[in-house]
């Protein structure tokens, strides 16, 4: 079983946890049995306008978060910030793909910010967080051609 607060704290590198699906002359059963919400504070989703839209970069020095494609399907590529005020513009990025089809979820712990990208249209990313909205200043976003990729 998946513990966040395992992996949150003890691992600093992303982690795919895996869902699954089941189907039989009921419907589809999709699931993920190894996460847990224990750390979790609020959820909310995002739905990128169309499939060209990239949501780039936003990331947290302190707080973790859960991404789950919920309907379609995200491209979701991550860069370990080396310096929040200056970050290297060449720093290499990790590339991620979630499908609703199995609920994966994709951990990304603290130091980490993102770029999103719907892959089908109408797709709908899940995203926990393990910190109450405002509690501490935590959210740094820089330009979308910040970083070379």
């Not at 995002?46 to 990331?59: E, H, K, P």
């Amino acid at each position: 079983m998946y513990s966040s607060t395992h992996n949150g704290s003890e691992s600093r590198q992303p982690t795919v946890i895996k869902g699954g699906r089941f189907q039989d002359q009921r419907g589809i059963l999709r699931y993920n049995n190894n996460f847990t919400l224990t750390d979790v504070r609020r959820f909310y989703t995002i739905q990128n306008a169309d499939t060209t839209l990239i949501r780039a970069w936003q990331g947290h020095r302190i707080e973790q978060r859960w991404f789950t494609a919920i309907a379609g399907g995200f491209t979701i590529k991550l860069i370990q910030v080396d310096n929040w005020d200056h970050p290297s513009a060449g720093l290499p990025s990790q590339i991620y793909h979630l499908q609703a089809d199995t609920l994966d979820v994709l951990h990304v712990p603290p130091g980490y910010v993102s770029s999103i990208q719907a892959i089908e249209d109408h797709s709908i990313l899940l995203v926990f967080a393990d910190h109450d909205l405002g509690t501490q200043p935590d959210n740094y976003r820089f330009p979308s051609d910040y970083f070379y990729q």
